[in-house]
């Protein structure tokens, strides 16, 4: 229907232009008058253009320029959104990818460390007298850590074994290898038991019997050994570079179950003092010190694992976590752990020097209950036994004239305190060295030299 109205209005232009002759008729004699209108017509037309033409040149580049700032300002926001979007989503998987290498490089240097010993079998006659299924063990593994179930014997089997020993699995660790020829560094309480054997599994499944090389009698650190060669190894970083928040990778033997289990974290705290234990039921404790926190997930079985760095580099050895807390790990910084492996390398046991006394740190409220001038330092103190004595007759110390309630406040310069305690500070000489003391002996501060002998085993 609109076609036909618009064809309609078609021919009523045609009829108003064909009357036009009609109208010019009746304007009579005005011929002058028509040239006059037909210039105003043509001025009008020219000067409408000209303006026309201007004005929209005007308001077009005004607006062109108007909606290309809207529009520049819209798509550069944008642009930017997804710039920012990139480099982050680029930055997250450049991190993923570094942790990746470093897990894929140092995995196969990761060693599990399965503890069995001979214990007592005991013979359970009760647990299953009428031979009914075990409902309590759907699986079928048993009880025990081993997983297998035992057969009860009658008293009267001439053939019964109750009383026997038997192998069984009593623990689990974690360790990595520092040398092609099979030397691994672990934790001293992993393998601490002498009557107990060590069995390391590498990453590829194999099982190798493990002899102890050395102990620390100080620090928590051992060194075993396997039977080989060319095997993956890992090396050292710097850990007194270490910064709080830099990224952490640990990897280990995780409940003595899950080897080379990957957990990923930050340095928390550096420098920690804290006093670890075996766990419930276990007297075993030690002092250690200038530790490495950590949040990255330290389970039980991790001990005597690496803590990376984001290079790759050892940079901790993995030795505590806390109890009762989430995330609070703790491992022995690399710089105390490379001291003791290049020892054993070149002597093949490690030496401890030592001085030769009982002490206590003095802090301030010591040094108020006894009216000492110091806050600092170590006063010289005999143990609760008869035998212990404040200083060992024969010792380095008693050499040099140190006796009971002298007070060693300096080592070569470096006061004796909470950041450097006598054992750290002590712990970073050898052997044969000989180190200048400064001591408050009898109300007087005197100055000595002491030579470091070996510590017995």
């Not at 209005?9 to 028509?34: F, M, S, V, W």
């Not at 642009?79 to 942790?99: H, M």
């Not at 005597?304 to 580099?313: A, T």
């Amino acid at each position: 229907m609109k076609d036909f109205k618009h064809m309609e209005n078609l021919d009523d232009n045609k009829k108003e232009y064909q009357d036009e002759p009609i109208a010019k008729k009746r304007i009579g004699g005005l011929t002058q008058g028509k040239y006059f209108l037909a210039g105003m017509i043509v001025l009008t037309i020219v000067v409408s253009s000209v303006f026309g033409s201007f004005f929209g040149f005007v308001a077009g580049v005004g607006s062109n320029s108007f909606f290309s700032k809207i529009s520049d300002k819209l798509f550069h926001v944008s642009s930017n959104n997804q710039s920012n979007v990139q480099v982050s989503r680029e930055k997250i998987v450049e991190e993923d990818s570094a942790v990746i290498d470093v897990v894929n490089n140092a995995s196969p240097a990761v060693v599990s460390i399965v503890i069995s010993k001979d214990v007592p079998k005991v013979q359970d006659f009760f647990s299953n007298p009428f031979d009914f299924p075990n409902f309590f063990d759907p699986f079928g593994g048993g009880s025990g850590s081993s997983g297998s179930t035992t057969t009860p014997q009658s008293q009267n089997d001439p053939g019964s074994n109750q009383g026997a020993a038997q192998k069984e699995t009593i623990g689990g660790g974690s360790g990595f290898l520092i040398t092609s020829d099979g030397m691994i560094v672990t934790n001293k309480h992993v393998v601490s038991d002498t009557s107990a054997d060590y069995t390391v599994i590498t990453s590829d499944d194999q099982e190798h019997p493990a002899k102890v090389l050395a102990i620390d009698p100080t620090n928590d650190i051992a060194i075993i050994k396997i039977d080989g060669n060319d095997y993956p190894t890992l090396s050292f970083g710097d850990s007194d570079s270490l910064k709080i928040g830099q990224t952490v990778i640990a990897i280990g033997n995780s409940l003595g179950e899950f080897s080379n289990t990957v957990s990923k974290g930050i340095i928390s705290g550096l420098k920690r003092n804290l006093t670890a234990g075996g766990g419930i039921g276990s007297s075993d404790t030690e002092n250690l010190s200038n530790i490495v926190q950590t949040d990255a997930a330290i389970n039980p079985g991790n001990s005597g694992g690496p803590l990376l760095d984001i290079n790759g580099q050892v940079i901790g050895v993995n030795v505590a976590m806390a109890q009762g807390a989430q995330n609070i790990g703790f491992a022995l910084p690399s710089k105390q752990i490379e001291k003791v492996v290049e020892e054993v390398k070149t002597t093949g046991k490690i030496s401890v020097p030592y001085i030769g006394i009982r002490y206590i740190p003095v802090d301030t409220a010591l040094q108020k209950q006894i009216s000492l001038p110091y806050s600092y330092g170590a006063l010289v103190v005999r143990g609760d036994a008869i035998t212990d004595f404040a200083v060992i007759p024969g010792s380095p110390a008693d050499k040099a004239g140190i006796v009971e309630n002298d007070v060693i406040l300096e080592i070569n310069g470096t006061k004796i305190d909470k950041e450097n305690s006598l054992s750290d500070l002590i712990s970073k000489y050898k052997k044969g060295d000989t180190i200048s003391l400064k001591i408050w002996h009898k109300g007087q501060e005197e100055s000595l030299n002491v030579t470091l002998e070996e510590r017995a085993q």
